[in-house]
């Protein structure tokens, strides 16, 4: 197979990109192996990109014809077996992935040598741990309060925001970015808070700063790119969720898929050797990651980032979300923990990033029903969701240099 350019009024939908399509400063828009779809061409046209490339092949292809690679990739849908029909669509998805050249990225942990016997872990111990708890951002505690008070501006919310020069021009990048759309472009924070609401655009913040401090943790305890890059791909699924299943407070939907994992990353950072171990041994077992923490240390990290979201005096929802985000049903289905375990699952198949679960979770169909998203919508989320995923991942966890 082959490559070759088209322009914005040649491609076709359906093709699929052979490169990916970057900004003007590099920034990845579209990655490899996207098929296009109309949507697209709106967000190249705003970016001034005109031309792509995308696979030729000689022969036409039928859709049985993807290559696959049959000792790895049909093994992480495992746990979702027998397939409904709602996970054949996401299979077929994967599979349209993989053939345009998309691959999973495991954690670097993965590449070094699995211990054999697991090292035991008191319960105690593990509770003893969550007292050393990172503080919270400075920013995001005064953002927290700023929000508590009904009298709220967003001149206050702007001026907090804007002690942090990097964070204001993240920020301003991505209300600037086809993420929202805006026909004008926005320079000052006080009038994206105005246009956005003081929460939206305080949500966006508190997002950012938090990454923040996941990136400050060693580098030797987790592959932290792939952590984070699978930690905004849930939000941002889960938003694009919400939009489809036409449910309100898509930001704080966002957030709670940010943070439904900081459990896990906990677990990383004190106990690695023992997170390796249950990993590996997770997948050969070929079970959910989260059942093996439970039975080895007693809790999962479910609960972990629970505590530590409580600790952090974060709204509810955000803990309950963490908690329950594989069982939603032991949380009376409320609909954000149901958007963020939906939400895991489609990040997982889309294979963007890793939090260190290397098979596909079981998807909870109740859950699906009740978001009552129409099948033959389900390709059109799932295009429009990596798409903003890559773009919000390009901007919100990039650095501070380079111009808004």
């Known amino acids: 197979m082959g490559s070759a350019k088209r322009s914005l009024s040649e491609i076709?939908?359906?093709?699929?990109?052979?490169?990916?399509?970057?900004?003007?400063?590099?920034?990845?828009?579209?990655?490899?192996?996207?098929p296009f779809v109309p949507e697209h061409k709106r967000i190249l046209k705003m970016w001034g990109i005109e031309e792509v490339t995308v696979l030729v092949s000689g022969e036409k292809e039928g859709e049985d014809s993807i290559k696959i690679d049959k000792t790895d990739f049909p093994g992480r849908f495992i746990l979702n077996v027998p397939l409904s029909s709602v996970m054949e669509d996401l299979y077929r998805f994967s599979a349209e992935s993989y053939a345009g050249g998309c691959s999973i990225i495991m954690?670097?942990?993965?590449t070094q040598v699995i211990q054999n016997v697991f090292e035991p872990v008191e319960l105690e111990?593990?509770?003893?741990?969550?007292?050393?708890?990172?503080?919270?951002?400075?920013?995001?505690?005064?953002?927290?309060?700023?929000?508590?008070?009904?009298?709220?501006?967003?001149?206050?919310i702007a001026a907090?925001?804007?002690k942090d020069p990097s964070l204001t021009m993240r920020i301003l990048r991505l209300v600037?970015?086809?993420?929202?759309n805006f026909p004008s472009r926005i320079d000052h924070l006080e009038r994206a808070a105005t246009i956005l609401g003081i929460?939206?655009?305080?949500?966006?913040?508190?997002?950012?700063?938090?990454?923040?401090t996941f990136n400050s943790i060693p580098q030797e305890a987790i592959d932290m790119d792939q952590f984070i890059r699978h930690s905004i791909a849930v939000g941002v699924t889960g938003r694009t969720i919400a939009g489809f299943a036409k449910l309100s407070n898509s930001e704080l939907i966002y957030l709670a898929g940010l943070l439904h994992d900081i459990g896990r990353l906990f677990l990383f950072v004190h106990f690695p050797k023992q997170m390796i171990w249950l990993m590996n041994q997770a997948f050969q077992e070929k079970m959910e990651l989260f059942q093996l923490e439970k039975r080895m240390l007693g809790l999962d990290h479910g609960e972990i980032g629970a505590r530590i979201i409580a600790e952090w005096n974060l709204p509810l929802a955000l803990e309950k979300s963490a908690?329950?985000?594989?069982?939603?049903?032991?949380?009376?289905?409320?609909?954000?923990?149901?958007?963020?375990?939906?939400?895991?699952?489609l990040v997982h198949v889309m294979a963007c990033g890793c939090s260190g679960e290397r098979l596909v979770p079981r998807l909870n169909m109740p859950v699906w029903d009740k978001l009552r998203i129409p099948e033959d919508c389900l390709p059109a989320l799932m295009m429009e969701a990596r798409s903003m995923c890559t773009l919000f991942c390009s901007i919100i966890n990039d650095g501070a240099d380079g111009n808004v």
């Open 12 to 34: 076709e939908v359906g093709e699929v990109l052979a490169r990916p399509v970057r900004t003007f400063d590099g920034r990845i828009l579209l990655d490899k192996g996207t």
């Open 107 to 110: 954690p670097k942990e993965m």
């Open 125 to 156: 111990k593990v509770l003893c741990s969550l007292e050393a708890l990172p503080s919270l951002p400075r920013l995001v505690q005064e953002l927290s309060g700023a929000l508590s008070d009904p009298l709220c501006s967003p001149k206050r």
């Open 160 to 162: 907090i925001i804007e």
């Open 176 to 180: 600037n970015s086809a993420f929202y």
């Open 199 to 212: 929460r939206q655009i305080s949500v966006v913040a508190q997002s950012a700063l938090l990454l923040d």
């Open 323 to 345: 908690s329950f985000h594989h069982h939603p049903e032991k949380n009376e289905w409320d609909p954000i923990c149901n958007v963020v375990h939906a939400a895991d699952v």
